[in-house]
Structures are given as structure tokens and as C-alpha cells.
């Protein structure tokens, strides 16, 4: 990616947490909802013996690594496994999801503020400027409803 922004004169923005915050982040969560951590190990135990239905995004049994690879690049599968943490594990979806949600919206923005040069963008102010925001599937329909606000 860099590579590419490069040849054309664009920029890169990093804007995941570090991978200190973000363990410290799920730490706080734990608590903060202590019930919630014991609900969560309950359900592995449970998903591990085939008692509950796995996260849709985990690999199947007789699934290829290139089936699978191509089932994770479907929004409907990450959709899937949103709502499946979000019901399994929330105090976890809440700081690996939302939480990162909020900063690649807040990310895209900044770009577009950036690429414009300006602190307040104007929509439709800028012909021919492109800003592309990449983030992964389960995080697509949080940033862009972070947008839109």
C-alpha cells in the first residue's frame, strides 16, 4: 500500500491502536464486566464441543484455506461474525469492534480534512481528489455509520 500511495504522491495513514492499547483496552474490560469474561470462556467450552454455533468466520472442518480465505471476503460472513461476538462476547466486541470503529471513522476523517488542507472539509469541495479509507470487513458498516453522523 505504501508503495502504491507512493507512485502516485498519496499517503498512508496508520490508524489501528497499538497493540499496547489495545490489550490494555481489553484488560479494562475485563473489569469492568467481570460475568461477561466468565460468559465468554463458557461459550468456547461450548462452541469447542460443538454445543453452540462457532463464530461464522472461524474455518470449517472440510473447508480448503482458499475457501476460506474466500468466505472471510464476504460482508454477509462478517456481518455474521460481528453479531456473533457481539452476542458471545460483548465487553470484547465493545474494545475490539466498536472502539476501533470510532478511530478509523475519526481516521477517514482526518484524511479527508488532510487531503484538503483544511481543519472543517466541505463535502463536495474538492473535484478530482480521491480519499480512500481501507479498514476490514467487520469494521465497514460501523465506520460508515460513523460517517454519515
Known amino acids: ?3 502504491a500511495a507512493d507512485a502516485i504522491g498519496s499517503i498512508v495513514m496508520a490508524s489501528d491502536m497499538e497493540i499496547e492499547e489495545l490489550m490494555g483496552s481489553v484488560a ?20 469447542s464441543i460443538g454445543v453452540q454455533e462457532a463464530d461464522p468466520i ?10 476460506w480465505a ?16 457481539e452476542a458471545t ?12 470503529d470510532e478511530i478509523f ?6 484524511a479527508l480534512q488532510l487531503s484538503r488542507g483544511e481543519d472543517d472539509p466541505v463535502e463536495g ?7 480512500v479509507c481501507v479498514v476490514g470487513l467487520v469494521h465497514l458498516d460501523g465506520v460508515v455509520e460513523r460517517l454519515k453522523l
Open 70 to 85: 474466500e468466505r472471510r471476503r464476504n460482508i454477509a460472513t462478517a456481518r455474521a461474525s460481528r453479531a456473533h461476538g
Open 1 to 3: 500500500a505504501i508503495a
Open 105 to 110: 471513522a475519526e481516521s477517514c476523517v482526518k
Open 58 to 67: 472461524r474455518r470449517r472442518k472440510d473447508e480448503s484455506l482458499v475457501q
Open 28 to 47: 479494562q474490560s475485563m473489569n469492568r464486566a467481570p460475568m461477561e469474561w466468565i460468559s465468554l470462556g463458557l461459550n468456547v467450552v461450548r462452541q
Open 89 to 100: 462476547a460483548p465487553c470484547i466486541s465493545r474494545v475490539l469492534v466498536n472502539e476501533r
Open 125 to 131: 469541495s474538492v473535484i478530482g481528489n480521491v480519499t
